[in-house]
């Protein structure tokens, strides 16, 4: 196993237990117990755990992974949602597009889709994620609008007043979300307050909203609301879904599609 594939590891096992022994973690990965000592003391250094006797704890509630660690997790499940997405925006609209690993891939999807290779612009993109501007960016076809903000290290989102005050000058036909949980009764959340704050003003300025997030993240709550389930017209999800967690969305109005 390597290195960042141990790291990632140790990391989605931190936020599922909250609190990890090294003689438990060199077990569950069929490492040596000084090969987690060395990792969990490289990992605080870059303050993404924090080292205890014996151990690591996660940074507190709203700990995520960083974006960089959670590429890997549900991939081919967020590239047939993407795809899913991709294909249901129209040419000629002005799309909202959040951080996060399922936008991402939205964004990829978008690039490639044949209808969109020319135009004026093709798509107009609006987004406060730095690492999907610099893809798009060399798309000469997408007019790329980027919020201004103060970036945060997890996510390349920005975040801030800065991006407030330029999502609340413009207007966009859909706001595609990626959200760190998506329940019927507490809505669309996000694990950092600032982050669902941009992420709101996406959806205010939107004529439709889409949630884009797979299976494992339905049903459950983060920290923060974005927006209320009614504000949500279409939920994108994977085939994991079972018959009543997207029956209850429905029962709520929102639209399912599963990919």
Not at 154 to 179: C, F, H, K, N, R
């Amino acid at each position: 196993m390597s290195r960042d594939a141990r790291w990632q590891a140790l990391l989605e096992l931190l936020v599922d237990r909250g609190r990890l022994d090294v003689e438990e973690a060199a077990t569950e990965l069929g490492v040596s117990a000084a090969t987690i000592r060395r990792d969990f003391d490289q990992l605080a250094e870059q303050q993404m755990l924090v080292r205890t006797r014996g151990g690591a704890v996660v940074h507190g509630v709203s700990y995520e992974l960083p974006l960089r660690y959670k590429t890997a997790r549900q991939a081919s499940e967020k590239q047939r949602i993407a795809k899913a997405v991709a294909d249901s925006i129209a040419p000629g609209e002005a799309v909202g597009l959040t951080g996060g690993t399922t936008t991402t891939e939205v964004a990829r999807a978008l690039a490639v889709r044949t209808e969109l290779a020319s135009g004026s612009p093709a798509l107009t993109i609006v987004t406060n994620a730095l690492n999907i501007a610099n893809e798009l960016a060399v798309r000469p076809q997408f007019k790329i609008v980027v919020t201004g903000g103060v970036a945060r290290p997890q996510s390349y989102e920005l975040t801030g007043p800065l991006a407030g005050g330029v999502l609340g000058q413009i207007t966009m036909d859909v706001a595609v979300l990626g959200v760190g949980a998506f329940d019927v009764v507490h809505g669309a959340t996000a694990h950092d307050e600032d982050e669902a704050a941009i992420n709101r003003l996406l959806c205010e300025s939107a004529t439709r909203v889409v949630v884009a997030a797979d299976a494992t993240k339905l049903g459950r709550r983060a920290f923060a609301r974005i927006c209320e389930t009614g504000r949500v017209d279409t939920l994108v999800t994977d085939t994991a879904v079972s018959e009543e967690m997207a029956a209850r969305f429905v029962d709520a109005g929102v639209s399912v599609v599963t990919a």
